[in-house]
C-alpha cells in the first residue's frame, strides 16, 4: 500500500485549511488614510442615527436605530485606537467628497430616505470597503487587526438585516414608499459611484488614483 505525502498535493486558494500567508499590499501612509476616513464615518453615522431616532414614533424602530447608533460609535473608537493604521487626531473628514456624501445623507428628507440612505448604501459600501481593507494589511503581524474587523463587518451585516426589516415593513404600508427607496438608492449610489467608492478609486483595489486629501500628512 502506497500512502501519498500531503504536503505535496496543491491545494486550491483560500481552502478553508488554507493557512498560507500574503504581503501587504497597501503602504502605512495610505492605510492611516483610509482608517481615518473609516472612523469618521462611523461618527458620522452614530450621530445621524442618534438624531433620526429621537423622530421617530414607532418604539422598535427607535430601539434598532439606538442599537446601531451605539455600534457605530464603538467602531469609530476601534479604527481610532485599535487597528495598527490608527492615526490619532487624524481627521477623515478632510476628504471632500466623504464629507459631501455624508452631507447629502444626513440631508435625508424622511424616514424611509434615511433608511435606505443608510442600510442600502452606506452600509453595503463599507462592508465591501472594510474587506478589502482587511485583505490588503496582509497576514503578518495583523491577527489582532483581522480580528477587529470581522466583529466590525458582523455588526454591518447584522445591521443590513435589520434595515432591510425595517424599510420592508414600511414598503407594506403602500403609497409610494417603494419608489422614494429606489430614487434614494440611485441618487446615492450614484454619487458613491462618481466618489469611486468609499475611499476613493482603488476602494477595491482595482486602480485609480486616490482622491487629493487636506490635512492628511504622512508620519
Do not use: C, N
Amino acid at each position: 500500500m502506497t500512502t501519498t505525502d500531503r504536503s505535496t498535493v496543491p491545494r486550491p486558494a483560500f481552502a478553508p485549511w488554507d493557512e498560507r500567508e500574503w504581503p501587504r499590499l497597501l503602504s502605512r501612509e495610505e492605510g492611516r488614510r483610509r482608517v481615518a476616513i473609516f472612523a469618521a464615518v462611523e461618527r458620522r453615522q452614530a450621530v445621524l442615527l442618534e438624531d433620526w431616532a429621537s423622530t421617530v414614533t414607532d418604539p422598535q424602530l427607535q430601539t434598532i436605530l439606538r442599537r446601531h447608533a451605539r455600534h457605530a460609535a464603538w467602531h469609530a473608537d476601534l479604527w481610532e485606537g485599535s487597528v495598527s493604521d490608527a492615526a490619532p487626531g487624524s481627521d477623515g473628514e478632510s476628504d471632500l467628497a466623504v464629507a459631501a456624501f455624508l452631507g447629502k445623507l444626513a440631508g435625508a428628507q424622511g424616514v424611509i430616505e434615511s433608511l435606505t440612505g443608510v442600510y442600502r448604501v452606506l452600509v453595503p459600501r463599507k462592508v465591501s470597503a472594510y474587506t478589502y481593507y482587511q485583505r490588503a494589511i496582509g497576514t503578518e503581524g495583523t491577527e489582532a487587526d483581522w480580528r477587529w474587523i470581522e466583529l466590525i463587518v458582523k455588526d454591518e451585516l447584522d445591521a443590513v438585516r435589520d434595515g432591510e426589516l425595517a424599510l420592508q415593513s414600511l414598503f407594506a404600508a403602500g403609497d409610494d414608499a417603494v419608489g422614494r427607496s429606489a430614487d434614494r438608492r440611485a441618487e446615492l449610489e450614484a454619487v458613491m459611484v462618481q466618489m469611486g467608492g468609499l475611499v476613493g478609486p482603488d476602494t477595491l483595489g482595482l486602480g485609480g488614483v486616490a482622491r487629493p486629501q487636506v490635512g492628511m500628512e504622512a508620519t
